[in-house]
Nanobody, 126 residues
Framework: QVQLVESGGGTVQAGGSLRLSCAASGRIFSRYNMGWFRQAAGKEREFVSAISWGGGRTSTADSVKGRFTISRDDAESTVYLQMNSLKPEDTAVYYC???????????????????WGQGTQVTVSS
């Protein structure tokens, strides 16, 4: 059974930083792409960042490029999202997800991920 558990969310002032973590179990973590998505109140869930199996490739949404960094620790089966220079518009529930198939090309579309965490709230105050 695949499980993803996010942590690290919270409330921070604009300009601050947070680091999200997502611990995975139930699959051989190192073989799968990992992604972060977010959903603001009243909006569709959107792509934030993804990292390939092996960690050699990443993709990041333009809205957070230069401020957010994704990384992974295969030994700990954990993916991270370092968020710096946070803005009020970054307020959302953040979800991690694991790729649908092992050894796939880097994916940014939601349908290419088949298991999701429960989400962690990030609130940025102005």
């Amino acid at each position: 059974q695949v499980q993803l558990v996010e942590s690290g969310g919270g409330t921070v002032q604009a300009g601050g930083s947070l680091r999200l973590s997502c611990a995975a179990s139930g699959r051989i973590f190192s073989r799968y792409n990992m992604g972060w998505f977010r959903q603001a109140a009243g909006k569709e869930r959107e792509f934030v960042s993804a990292i390939s199996w092996g960690g050699g490739r990443t993709s990041t949404a333009d809205s957070v490029k230069g401020r957010f960094t994704i990384s992974r620790d295969d030994a700990e089966s954990t993916v991270y999202l370092q968020m710096n220079s946070l803005k009020p518009e970054d307020t959302a529930v953040y979800y991690c997800a694991i790729g649908r198939s092992a050894y796939s090309p880097l994916a940014t579309m939601q349908h290419e991920y088949d298991y999701w965490g429960q989400g962690t709230q990030v609130t940025v105050s102005s």
